[in-house]
């Protein structure tokens, strides 16, 4: 049985910045994870597969929707889906090549295979062979992410009826896609297949799509979205789907009662969240217990027995690869003996669509919730220099301020490259910024950074570009 300062069971982006860490910091660490790649669904069938998607399928979509045709770019694409799944996979495979040589360089052992607790102190690893070894540790971090949540009526084929992991290696660009599930992975990859040539219905059960975020900013993505082409069924629900040759029969009835209506597709993507994964972890043997959600609850990043720690998707809070980056370092530093907390009001979240949507901080309506006086700056990006030369001016700018103090409480975009932008906001909140501070800040010109300085002005009426 070999001996660890640190096991960390998962080598996701909570599993293998946890390593790095103890590493960095002296402490001897092994990272137990059974894909044959490391990165957990992130970078394997999450969060970088479908970027790469979507950068390629963007440009394609400039090229065949005549926007480049306006740049005096002629040109008649062709779609070769093989190559841009090439591509991808390419790309997938140099990132988690980099986390196997960050490894190496921080002495960060990788355990082959799939882990579970086997009593306080240790992990016992089954590898693809079957062979079981045993490992001991002061502390073990349960890092094992997330798995698409099922939808019941409607059962995975993996063929027709897919999940997240399916839809970003189609072999084929779909007819029609039914997407049940308005959220994050919906929306991106509802866009992927859009712009490459599929008609696109996203079903949502709730009235409006991005659950959580900004209501106007929510509005103003999904009115961009069915501008392309996509549409919406909301406040509907999908009771029963069922396999018919090469199609799909999907029943579906208003979220609120009603008559049911049939719809068919030759594809149907279920993208109604995610679920902890956390099955077969051996919980049991040191006396763990998931609430209803199948979570494990956590004070400082610690579970209820002394020794084991939990992070990212598996405990609470927003299933972000960011948020368990920071659970990580702050995890690990806390074994170390180091302070460090998680600033969980300012972890951000972005949609990366066309237009993106990113936003840090209350949404008007907490705000309205809380009773708490606030100010609002608003800057489209109609009158942002930078977005009118580059055509790309669908969305705004959004500020949130406290009434007496000016402090920034939150903070909502919807426009072009939103997502490198929201990190300004990020730092600013972080040490208390006032509207005012940004408002006065320099930010260079012509960019489409202007818009969050306008956005900050115009929390006093200031803005000086409409």
């Not at 009662?257 to 279920?270: I, M």
């Not at 220099?385 to 301020?401: C, D, M, P, Q």
Request: net charge negative; with cysteine; hydrophobic share 40%.
């Amino acid at each position: 049985m070999k001996s660890y300062d640190v096991v960390i069971i998962g080598g996701g982006p909570g599993g293998y910045n946890a390593a790095i860490r103890a590493g960095q910091l002296g402490l001897s660490v092994a990272c137990v994870e059974g894909r044959s790649t490391l990165g957990g669904t992130c970078l394997n069938v999450g969060c970088m597969p479908s970027k790469a998607l979507l950068h390629a399928s963007e440009l394609y979509d400039a090229a065949n929707n005549g926007e480049l045709a306006t740049l005096g770019i002629e040109v008649k694409p062709t779609l070769n889906l093989a190559q841009m799944m090439k591509q991808k996979d390419d790309s997938v495979t140099g990132l988690t090549k980099g986390i196997e040589y960050l490894f190496r360089k921080n002495k960060v052992d990788w355990i082959k295979g799939w882990g579970r607790l086997d009593g306080v102190g240790k992990v016992k690893v089954t590898d693809e062979q079957g062979t079981v070894s045993e490992l001991q540790a002061k502390d073990i971090v349960i890092a094992t992410g997330s798995e698409p949540t099922p939808l019941p009526g409607v059962t995975l084929d993996h063929q027709r009826i897919i999940d997240s992991t399916g839809a970003l290696s189609l072999a084929e660009v779909p007819k029609h896609l039914v997407v049940i599930g308005a959220g994050v992975i919906g929306l991106e990859l509802g866009s992927v297949w859009r712009r490459l040539g599929s008609q696109v219905t996203v079903v949502e059960y709730l009235d409006r799509i991005c659950p959580g975020t900004d209501e106007e900013a929510a509005k103003t993505l999904q009115r961009s979205l069915a501008k392309q082409g996509m549409t919406f069924k909301l406040g509907t629900k999908v009771t029963q789907a069922s396999v018919v040759g090469n199609n799909v029969q999907l029943t579906l009835e208003p979220a609120a009662g009603g008559a049911a209506e049939s719809l068919e597709a030759d594809y149907v993507l279920v993208a109604i969240g995610r679920r902890p994964y956390t099955q077969g972890l051996g919980l049991e043997t040191v006396g763990l217990e998931t609430d209803k959600r199948g979570m494990l609850a956590n004070e400082g990043h610690r579970s209820t027995v002394p020794g084991i720690w939990v992070i990212g998707d598996v405990t609470s809070g927003p299933m972000l690869a960011h948020k368990a980056e920071d659970e990580a370092i702050a995890c690990i530093e806390r074994i170390a003996g180091k302070a460090h907390e998680v600033n969980y009001g300012l972890i951000p979240g972005v949609i990366y669509t066309r237009p993106e949507l990113a936003s840090v901080g209350k949404t008007e309506e907490q705000l309205k919730a809380e009773g708490r006086a606030y100010k609002v700056g608003k800057f489209p990006f109609t009158a942002n220099s930078r977005a009118k030369i580059n055509h790309e001016t669908e969305g705004f700018a959004k500020v949130l301020a406290d009434a007496n103090t000016d402090e920034v409480l939150g903070v909502h975009l919807v426009g072009p490259s939103v997502s490198e932008m929201i990190g300004e906001y990020c730092v600013a909140m972080e040490f208390s910024a006032s509207a005012e501070d940004i408002a006065l800040t320099c930010h260079p010109h012509p960019t489409r950074s202007e818009a969050l300085r306008q956005a900050a002005m115009n929390v006093e009426g200031m803005a000086m570009q409409i």
